[in-house]
C-alpha cells in the first residue's frame, strides 16, 4: 500500500470535523469547520469568532505516519472543533528546527498552547520555556517535571505492551511456536517502556500456559532497534529477518517504519497460500488493524490524542497545572484495539475514501471489512482473549505491577530477567528508588 494513501486514509479517520486552511512553507493552519452563508451575512456571521488558538510542533516523522504524530493531530483537532479554537501545525525537517520553530510561536504571543509532539523535543522545549515563562507548554513522551509552564504528557507504554506481550506468546505457545518478534524505531527511553513491557507479558504468557497445559515453554524474543521512526523498508527487512528465524508474531513500535512491518507479514502470509495469520502483527498508537485486515491482530493503542485533548482542556477551562501528565490502562490512555476501535475510525471516513480503500482490499462493502476484522480475530482462540483480559484487570487493580524501564541499564535487567515475577521485583524496587 503506497504511504501517500495510507496517509490519506487516516487525515480521514482523525479529522474529524476540522480542515487543514492552507500550507505555508511546512506550516499549517486549520480552524473549525465553517458553515456557509449567504452574500447578505456579516463577516462575523461567515467566520465566527474563535476563542483562542494552539500550535502543534511535530517531530521529523511527521503526519502521515498512521500513529503517532497523527494521534496528536487528532486529539489537538478534536479540541480545536470542541473548544473553537485555532489550530496551527507546525513540521520539523530535521532536529535543527525544534528550537526555532518553538521559539517563533512562542514569541508570537498568540498561542494559549504549544505543543510539541516527541520525546526529541524535550531539550528544546526546556529552553523556550525559561525564555518564556509566561508562555504554556506540554511535550508528548517528554520528561519536563519541574516547570510550572510545562504539562509532560506521559504514557504507560509498558502496561498496555504487556497486553500486548501476553497476546503474542500465547499465541505462539498455542501454535507450538517459540519465537515472537518486536520491531522498534530509535533507540530512546520511551521506546524501552514498550520493550520492557512485551517481554513482561510474554513471560506472564509463559507462566499462564504452564497452568493451564501443565508443557513448559521458553518464547524468545527477537527485537531490532531500526534507528528511523520514517522509513518502511527499515521495517520490512527487520521483519523480514524476524520471520525467517521463526517470529509467529510481530509487534511495530516504529511509526512509520511499522508499515514495513506489515508488508513483510502480509507477503510472507502470500507466500505460503494464507490470506490471514499466524504469523500476525501487532500494531501500535492507533487502531491500526483496518490497515492490512487479516494480517495485523490487534494494535496497543497509545492515545496521544487523549492526552493532548487533557492538555487543552486544562487550559481552555482554567485548570492548568504544570508537571506530569501520566495515563494508563485505568485512565484510557493505552491498551489493545477492540474491533469497535477499528470501526469506529473507518465509520469515520468520507465515503470516496472509504471507497477507495475497500477497492484496495478487494472488498466489496464495509460489512465484508468488519466481517474479514471478525475472522482474523477468530484465528486466535477465545480463551486467549480472555486470558489477555484477565491481566488486563490485574494490572489496572495494582495486583500486577509491570516494569517500567527508562534507560539501557533497566532495559537489560528485563532482558536477563527468567520470570515475571522477578521482573515485576524490578518494577517494585525502581519505584522505591524513584
Do not use: H
Amino acid at each position: 500500500m503506497k504511504r501517500s494513501v495510507l496517509a490519506l486514509l487516516l487525515i480521514g479517520v482523525l479529522a474529524f470535523s476540522v480542515v487543514a486552511s492552507g500550507c505555508i512553507g511546512g506550516e499549517k493552519t486549520a480552524t473549525p469547520t465553517q458553515t456557509q452563508s449567504s452574500p447578505a451575512q456579516t463577516a462575523t456571521e461567515e467566520k465566527p469568532k474563535l476563542k483562542g488558538a494552539i500550535a502543534v510542533v511535530y517531530d521529523i516523522g511527521g503526519r502521515g505516519d498512521l500513529s503517532f504524530n497523527d494521534m496528536a493531530y487528532m486529539g489537538a483537532s478534536k479540541a480545536a472543533k470542541d473548544f473553537g479554537l485555532e489550530l496551527k501545525e507546525v513540521q520539523s525537517k530535521s532536529e535543527s528546527d525544534y528550537l526555532p520553530n518553538l521559539r517563533l510561536l512562542a514569541q508570537s504571543g498568540k498561542y494559549d498552547l504549544i505543543i510539541a509532539v516527541g520525546f526529541m523535543m524535550t531539550d528544546a522545549v526546556k529552553q523556550v520555556a525559561d525564555e518564556f515563562p509566561n508562555q504554556k507548554f506540554a511535550i508528548v513522551d517528554g520528561f519536563i517535571p519541574d516547570k510550572p509552564n510545562v504539562v509532560s504528557i506521559l504514557f504507560k507504554e509498558n502496561e498496555g505492551s504487556a497486553l500486548a506481550g501476553a497476546l503474542a506468546g500465547l499465541i505462539a505457545a498455542n501454535d507450538g511456536k517459540d519465537k515472537v518478534g518486536i520491531v522498534l524505531g530509535i533507540e530512546i527511553p520511551v521506546l524501552y517502556k514498550f520493550e520492557g513491557g512485551y517481554r513482561f507479558g510474554i513471560k506472564w504468557a509463559e507462566d499462564y500456559y504452564k497452568k493451564r497445559t501443565g508443557k513448559d515453554v521458553n518464547i524468545e524474543v527477537l527485537y531490532t532497534y531500526t534507528g528511523s521512526f520514517t522509513d518502511p523498508a527499515k521495517g520490512k527487512t527487520a521483519a523480514q529477518a524476524q520471520l525467517g528465524q521463526g517470529a509467529w508474531v510481530i509487534y511495530q513500535v516504529a511509526g512509520a517504519v511499522g508499515l514495513g512491518v506489515f508488508d513483510a507479514v502480509s507477503e510472507y502470509l502470500k507466500s505460503q497460500g494464507k490470506e490471514m495469520g499466524p504469523p500476525f502483527a501487532i500494531g501500535v498508537d492507533s487502531a491500526q488493524d483496518w490497515i492490512k485486515p487479516g494480517v495485523i491482530i490487534a494494535s496497543m493503542m497509545k492515545r496521544v490524542d487523549v492526552g493532548v485533548y487533557k492538555a487543552v482542556e486544562m487550559v481552555v477551562k482554567g485548570k492548568w497545572k504544570g508537571g506530569i501528565m501520566e495515563l494508563g490502562l485505568a485512565d484510557g490512555g493505552v491498551g489493545l484495539s477492540t474491533i469497535d476501535d477499528v470501526k469506529a475510525m473507518f465509520n469515520s471516513l468520507p465515503e470516496d475514501v472509504k471507497k477507495k480503500k475497500l477497492e484496495e482490499l478487494g472488498l466489496k462493502s464495509e460489512d465484508e471489512l468488519f466481517a474479514k476484522l471478525e475472522q482474523t480475530r477468530k484465528q486466535v482462540p477465545d480463551w486467549i482473549w480472555q486470558a489477555v483480559d484477565e491481566l488486563k484487570q490485574k494490572i489496572i487493580s495494582g495486583e500486577i505491577v509491570v516494569p517500567k524501564a527508562f534507560n539501557k541499564e533497566q532495559i537489560e535487567a528485563i532482558r536477563n530477567a527468567k520470570t515475571w515475577q522477578e521482573m515485576e521485583e524490578l518494577a517494585k524496587k525502581w519505584e522505591k528508588s524513584s
